[in-house]
T-cell receptor
Framework: GQNIDQPTEMTATEGAIVQINCTYQ??????LFWYQQHAGEAPTFLSY??LDGLEEKGRFSSFLSRSKGYSYLLLKELQMKDSASYLC??????????WGAGTKLIIKP | TAGITQAPTSQILAAGRSMTLRCTQD?????MYWYRQDLGLGLRLIHY???????GKGEVPDGYSVSRANTDDFPLTLASAVPSQTSVYFC??????????????FGPGTRLTVL
């Protein structure tokens, strides 16, 4: 079967750095998305990786290793507004999105 | 630009009743999707449409139906609601559908409770 694994919850301190991991086992791979979802709101697009390596976008970076079936989202200079769930989703061989359950990130002052 | 709108925002429905969740996008995207989101689970695809006039089944289609009469609208109908359909429903769209990795953009969601 297809599976996306993320930690259920993480806690970090304002101003710090946090890394949210995602591992996947899917039938094929055509890219990996990260979305942010604040409580009670819609998921919003953060990043898309299809090649190995690090993609940096301001305070957020996303890394992919296809050989290891692994990605992480790195958030720097954490702000209180970064408290949200972070969803990892993989595009499989049928171009369907397979979603992880999400990681709830709690930022403490 | 509104993007994607959904209605209603929330609804309490008696089991056995029917209901249509509405979704409208103004981005002229070809593909649209309906997901449900339940605590502890990832988003699960219910139905999708790659272009107006076509629809397809996702991972959890039973008990739901959709239509795509035009580009902008993609309503989701529950013919006879059951308590297990209590969930948050998200509509999404992307520029292209089948065979692409286009980013999906989400509506604000409808919180449905079936009693």
């Amino acid at each position: 079967g297809q599976n996306i694994d993320q930690p259920t919850e993480m806690t970090a301190t304002e101003g710090a750095i946090v890394q949210i991991n995602c591992t996947y086992q899917t039938s094929g791979f055509n890219g990996l998305f990260w979305y942010q979802q604040h409580a009670g709101e819609a998921p919003t697009f953060l990043s898309y990786n299809v090649l190995d390596g690090l993609e940096e976008k301001g305070r957020f970076s996303s890394f992919l290793s296809r050989s290891k079936g692994y990605s992480y989202l790195l958030l720097k200079e954490l702000q209180m507004k970064d408290s949200a769930s972070y969803l990892c989703a993989v595009v499989d061989s049928n171009y369907q999105l397979i979603w992880g359950a999400g990681t709830k990130l709690i930022i403490k002052p | 630009t509104a993007g994607i709108t959904q209605a209603p925002t929330s609804q309490i429905l008696a089991a056995g009743r029917s209901m249509t969740l509405r979704c409208t996008q103004d981005m002229r995207h070809n593909a649209m999707y309906w997901y449900r989101q339940d605590l502890g689970l990832g988003l699960r695809l219910i139905h999708y449409s790659n272009t107006a006039g076509t629809t397809g089944k996702g991972e959890v289609p039973d008990g739901y139906s959709v239509s795509r009469a035009n580009t902008d609208d993609f309503p989701l109908t529950l013919a006879s609601a059951v308590p297990s359909q209590t969930s948050v429903y998200f509509c999404a769209s992307s520029e292209s559908g089948e065979g692409t990795t286009d980013t999906q953009y989400f509506g604000p969601g409808t919180r449905l409770t079936v009693l």
